[in-house]
């Protein structure tokens, strides 16, 4: 099983699992108290929230990946980079800033002006992806996709996914996400369901795993709960997806989630 270095930052099962809180600077996307469109003001909240509650690894969104808004172009989202750089720039915690973008031009301007990794939400869907990270010897993350930039997460069935994920390119600092959610119409609860049970296998594919699970509508399914009352089986679910071998989880709820794959690791199957 393959350990990847995220600017000094192990990941993997030699490492205790990652915590990746999120930002945005993107004015429409849902979720409001991680919204920032001044670098002062983001600043602080990754400084004072995120970080402060134990996140390692933050993950900055330039564009909202919700299918109800257009995609935008790689202009568009170069447009929105300099606010995202001035706000690492302002950060004076130690943290491992990550780009989530589907665009190599993007990730190529970001990891040139400060950032440390990549989030592609496309799973290597622009061609260039793979080559621009090996250039700047960044991890990436690889979500589960198919081959198209206007339809992130858009694979259903289980074994799809894992075929998406094991699918070259790969490169030495890959880390692989199963794109839990709603990210197509056609996903069904029992598709997430398998999917989860099978965690352990990705691990087979011998990169670190990456889950983001916080307050997603499966879960939602599955206890019948609106969003904002859905951390329980967030956190339920966390436990349970380091304990299946999950290495990072993404989260917006940073200090409980913490706890949560702090438990998953100590009493997993293969702690001692």
């Known amino acids: 099983m393959q350990n990847v270095s995220a600017a000094g930052l192990g990941i993997g099962p030699a490492h205790p699992p990652r915590i990746m809180g999120v930002l945005n600077v993107s004015e429409e996307s849902p979720y409001d108290p991680s919204v920032y469109d001044d670098p002062e003001d983001a600043a602080e909240y990754v400084e004072s929230e995120l970080l402060a509650e134990g996140a390692n690894i933050v993950d900055v969104g330039l564009e909202s990946a919700n299918k109800r808004f257009e995609v935008l172009t790689a202009e568009e989202e170069l447009d929105r980079l300099d606010a995202a750089v001035e706000t690492v720039e302002r950060v004076s915690g130690d943290a491992v800033f990550s780009i989530e973008t589907r665009y190599a031009e993007v990730a190529d301007e970001a990891?040139?002006?400060?950032?440390?990794?990549?989030?592609?939400?496309?799973?290597?869907?622009?061609?260039?992806?793979?080559?621009?990270?090996?250039?700047?010897?960044a991890a990436v993350v690889k979500m589960a996709s198919p081959p198209d930039v206007h339809r992130p997460g858009a694979i259903e069935r289980p074994d799809d996914i894992f075929d998406a994920l094991a699918s070259e390119p790969l490169t030495d600092k890959t880390i692989l996400d199963p794109a839990f959610g709603g990210w197509s119409e056609e996903k069904t609860l029992a598709d997430d369901r398998e999917t989860f049970r099978?965690?352990?296998?990705?691990?087979?594919?011998?990169?670190?795993?990456?889950?983001?699970?916080?307050?997603?509508?499966?879960?939602?399914?599955?206890?019948?709960?609106?969003?904002?009352?859905?951390?329980?089986?967030?956190?339920?679910?966390?436990?349970?997806?380091?304990?299946?071998?999950?290495?990072?989880?993404?989260?917006?709820?940073?200090?409980?989630?913490?706890?949560?794959?702090?438990?998953?690791?100590?009493?997993?199957?293969?702690?001692?």
């Not at 990891?111 to 090996?134: H, K, T, W």
Request: some cysteine.
């Open 111 to 137: 990891l040139s002006r400060g950032f440390d990794m990549v989030n592609d939400i496309c799973g290597f869907a622009d061609p260039e992806m793979a080559s621009v990270c090996e250039r700047h010897d």
């Open 198 to 272: 099978r965690l352990a296998e990705l691990r087979e594919l011998g990169r670190p795993v990456l889950v983001s699970v916080n307050r997603k509508n499966f879960l939602g399914d599955v206890v019948g709960r609106d969003t904002d009352e859905r951390l329980p089986a967030s956190l339920a679910a966390t436990a349970l997806a380091v304990e299946r071998g999950a290495d990072v989880i993404r989260t917006h709820d940073v200090a409980e989630t913490v706890d949560a794959a702090t438990i998953g690791h100590v009493f997993g199957r293969d702690s001692e």
